[in-house]
């Protein structure tokens, strides 16, 4: 089993910049996703990362604006920069995938973290 804990959402202006932390309770060996959802919406891939961090997949809608990253303690983050309204959204990350990465097939999810931007 594993837990996973995602930090650092909150309220920002639009044009602002937040970094989503995603830390794992043990060690995974694995890839790591970022989805959202907004309200009635359904929840939609953001990014992904390999386990060794040498393969990243966007979403067309934050290329050129978000990086996914991973560091030797196996926390995921996610820089958001050039914030817009529409990226609010309640963030959640994702280990052990099921199939295609860029579903929201996973064995493991976190509880979410909310991120508003305000225009």
């Known amino acids: 089993q594993v837990q996973l804990v995602e930090s650092g959402g909150g309220l920002v202006q639009a044009g602002g910049s937040l970094r989503l932390s995603c830390a794992a309770s043990?060690?995974?060996?694995?890839?790591r996703a970022w989805f959202r959802q907004a309200p009635g919406k359904e929840r939609e891939f953001v990014a992904a990362i390999t386990w060794g961090a040498t393969v990243t997949w966007y979403a067309d809608s934050v290329k050129g604006r978000f990086v996914i990253s991973r560091d030797a303690q196996n926390t995921v983050y996610l820089q958001m920069n050039s914030l817009k309204p529409e990226d609010t959204a309640v963030y959640y990350c994702a280990d052990q995938p099921r199939g295609n990465i860029m579903t929201a097939s996973f064995d493991y999810w976190g509880q979410g973290t909310q991120v508003t931007v305000s225009s």
């Open positions: 043990r060690r995974t060996l694995s890839s």
